[in-house]
């Protein structure tokens, strides 16, 4: 799988709010790679 784009929106249904990315995550950035590729 090649990930080209990565967008992280945060979805917290017991505090019923919801936090949208303004920004892509920089695909080159390792951790953020590490986090997606692990599937969260």
Not at 1 to 25: G, P, Q, S, W, Y
């Amino acid at each position: 799988m090649k990930i080209n784009h990565d967008i992280l929106h945060v979805f917290d249904f017991a505090a019923c709010e919801n936090t949208f990315a303004r920004e892509e995550i920089a695909a080159d950035d390792k951790t953020a790679k590490n986090y997606i590729v692990r599937g969260c």
